[in-house]
């Protein structure tokens, strides 16, 4: 199993666990605004590069003070240049792509302590999440001071009919941390990651493709966009492009302001009985 999913659980089983929460019920909308960045095939550092603009629409629904619901609808663009690697075989590669993304989310959120709305005390808390995503995306590249898709030219030696599909899920890990600014405004700063299911959304991952084949079902542009390697020889039909062995990832950092929608419990002390 991997062990994004072994988090996953573990996180589902930390959930369960808790026994004891204050009953603060209610819903949250707000908005997001940050940045995304990619980790793939143009990107094996796991580095930071060409962030792109992301932001989005939130809902929550608080089942108590521990753990709330929560679906999202998101924006990002993300990017990846092999020049800006430090690895030869990547900057001889040469390739590069563009995309925009466009996610729904559901999670399951947990926080740490208890959180409840207008507590004087009970108004902050670091948290966690886990869950899952779909999302619509489409690498381009430019040639020439034109930009193209990727993916209507099977740059891979797709077969005509069979290209990778332009929508996909993925499993989601995060945390933040929320404050209240007042009863009915808090503010979140959180980062997520979103491990996917395609290998696909730089348009990189296995071999060069035979470029005779290539030219005849999709033309010159393809083929141009396939290999733009640096160096005789090294886009030549089989030898490798991407690596098949892991899946391509993005991440989202952002802050949010949430407004809530609900009552504030009653202790129970003050309940008349």
Same mark, same amino acid.
């Given at each position: 199993?991997?062990? +994004? ?12 666990? &808790? ?5 603060? =019920? ?23 590069? !060409? ?5 989005? *629409? ?30 030869? $075989?990547?900057?001889? @590669?040469?390739?590069? $792509? @563009?995309?925009?993304? %466009? ?8 926080? $740490? ?14 948290? %966690? %999440?886990?869950? $899952? ?12 001071? #034109? #930009? ?9 030696? +797709?077969?005509?009919? !069979? ?23 808090? &503010? ?5 990651? =979103?491990?996917? !299911?395609?290998?696909? /959304?730089?348009? &990189? ?6 470029? +005779? ?11 141009? /966009?396939?290999? =733009? ?9 089989? #030898? +490798? @492009?991407?690596?098949? !062995?892991?899946?391509? @990832? ?13 009552? *504030? ?9």
């Amino acid at each position: 199993m991997k062990i +994004q999913y072994k988090i996953f659980f573990c996180i589902l089983g930390c959930m369960l666990l &808790v026994s004891e929460s204050r009953a603060q =019920r209610g819903y949250e909308l707000g908005g997001w605004i940050g940045m995304s960045s990619y980790f793939g095939d143009l990107n094996t550092e796991l580095k930071i590069v !060409k962030p792109g603009l992301a932001l989005g *629409i939130i809902a929550r629904r608080n089942i108590n003070s521990r753990i709330t619901l929560r679906t999202s609808l998101n924006y990002g663009r993300v990017g990846a240049d092999d020049a800006n690697s430090k690895n030869n $075989f990547e900057r001889n @590669r040469n390739l590069s $792509f @563009r995309s925009n993304i %466009f996610d729904w989310s559901n999670v399951i959120e947990f926080n $740490f302590f208890s959180y409840e709305h207008g507590h004087p005390t009970y108004n902050k808390t670091p948290y %966690f %999440f886990g869950g $899952f995503n779909i999302f619509h995306y489409n690498p381009t590249a430019e040639l020439d001071g #034109r #930009r193209y898709q990727l993916r209507k030219l099977g740059t891979e030696g +797709q077969p005509l009919g !069979k290209e990778y599909a332009s929508i996909s899920a993925g499993l989601i890990l995060g945390g933040g941390f929320k404050f209240d600014i007042n009863r009915d405004v808090s &503010v979140n700063i959180e980062v997520s990651t =979103r491990f996917l !299911k395609t290998d696909y /959304l730089d348009d &990189v991952s296995s071999v060069y493709p035979d470029k +005779q084949t290539l030219g005849d079902t999709r033309g010159p542009i393809a083929v141009a /966009l396939s290999d =733009r390697s640096l160096v005789e020889g090294q886009g030549a039909s089989g #030898r +490798q @492009r991407g690596d098949t !062995k892991s899946n391509d @990832r993005y991440a989202f950092f952002g802050v949010s302001v949430m407004r809530y929608f609900g009552g *504030i419990q009653c202790p129970e002390i003050s309940k008349i009985r």
